[in-house]
């Protein structure tokens, strides 16, 4: 056996390749020499497990380099990568919600005034430049922007209702995947959650009569992922800000989804833009960056200035506060939105894509594929918006089936770029609404190869 271990080249010697000297230069040496590492101890391992054959042991020697170049190949791709979403799903919580527009992020490369006023020379205030724009889009007096909706919820109950009552109707108290749990959150908040009324039904007089000396406000919260049916209830937003106001208390609105337009315009119902509930007499309304407003991860609370501006300066807000990367990008896409440029932003790209455009695309791919060999059929299919929002409602959409079943799917998964498909029945499903343009070649790519996995998994079964 001792002879078997010497036949394996030092690690100083393997540098000598010519693919590893390259390697180094490209890549830097740590990882060259961690990959080389691993591939022979790896090898050392399988002799020492007597799971490989004497006679085998040169040519497994001989496969080194090659084991060690797909040892790097691994190593040095980028921790988070880059997938085709051809799951119909546009706003998909697991592959980063939406997509962003990064090529306008141009600033990012360069120092920017992100806390400097470039009128005074002065320091300048890190919200005071997006501020207004928010504003203005949603016809806020105030705004202030933190690190995701979560936050914002956070920011604002500690901030005005600490030690204190927050009435919610039992229809809210909701749950939004990966643990956001609104009682959880009014804990974590230091206030006290009342709920009122029934899972289906809540009166005003229910609100009313919860009211006391120790109330901090009325939350009112979107219900996102979910919807209840049937014989339902709730107080109109008009209504519940009247019975609020009388009070002198702050109203409250988690409108989660951060839609800013009516959703008829893409064939979805429509849903409570901020601008009517700030309209319909909310005080504060917060809601997330990136879903229905296609951004960053970050959280806005718009509303009355008397109620923004004690946020802004609560010691959390330093803790919470978003930073230049996702100022930066925000301010692109409020800027498209504010403009009615919507086609700027990847999310209202897709959405408005039309069934033609998209019918178009699946036949040219799949003219191509089924060239290469390769038995996909064109199919209609139903898009989801996701996200938690429009739970109930999907737009048609377009795409591509292939058999070939749970090992396709997995093969797609492990592509050099993965695509992340929809198994029914026997077949992988490609939406072609979710996958954006410039990534068709892509995804092309990744197909054939998946498939050619397939046959070749097929023949090694024979
Ligand atoms: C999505 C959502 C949240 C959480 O928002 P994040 O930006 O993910 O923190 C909170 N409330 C509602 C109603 C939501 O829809």
Known sequence: MQSQYRTIPAIHRLLELPSLIEAVERLGRPPVMEACRSAVDHLRRLIADGA????????????????ILANLEHATRPAYREVVNATGVLIHTNLGRSPLPVDRASSLGSYLALEFDLTTGRRGQRLAPLRHRIAAICGAEAAVMVNNNAAALLLILSTHALGREVIVSRSQL????????LPD???????????????????????????????????????SNFRIVGFTTEPTTPDLADLVHRHGLPFIVDQGSGCLHDLRRWGLPA?????????????LVCFSGDKLL???????????????????RHPLYRALRPDKTALTLMDQVLAAHHADRLEEIPLYAMMS?????????????????????????????????????????????????????????????ESGVPV???????????????????????????????????INRQDDGK
């Not at 490989?52 to 084991?67: C, K, W």
């Not at 198994?423 to 609404?433: G, I, N, T």
């Open 52 to 67: 490989i054959d004497e006679t085998d042991v040169p040519s497994a020697v001989e496969a080194l380099e090659q084991d």
């Open 174 to 181: 909701i749950e939004i995947g990966g643990s956001f749990r």
């Open 185 to 223: 959150v009014m804990a974590a908040s230091g206030c006290r959650l009342i709920e009122v009324g029934c899972t289906n039904r809540t009166h005003l007089a229910d609100f009313e009569n919860a009211i006391g000396e120790n109330t901090a406000a009325i939350l009112v919260v979107h219900q």
């Open 271 to 283: 849903e409570p833009t901020v601008g009517e509930l700030l309209a319909d007499g909310a005080d």
């Open 294 to 312: 296609g951004g960053p991860q970050a959280g806005s609370i718009v509303g009355r200035r008397e109620w923004v501006e004690p946020l802004g």
């Open 353 to 413: 894509a039309s069934l033609d455009s998209l019918t178009r695309r699946a036949r040219r791919m799949g003219g191509r594929l089924r060239k290469a060999g390769i038995p996909v059929r064109g199919c209609r299919l139903r898009s989801a918006l996701g996200g938690g929002t429009t739970p109930e409602e999907t737009m048609p959409s377009y795409g591509l089936a292939i058999g070939g079943g749970q090992t396709l799917h997995d093969l797609l998964r």
């Open 420 to 454: 992340i498909g929809r198994l029914e029945d026997d077949e992988v499903l490609l939406d072609l609404r979710s996958v954006q343009p410039s990534q068709d070649p892509i995804l092309e790519r990744s197909v054939t190869s998946a498939y050619r996995g397939l």
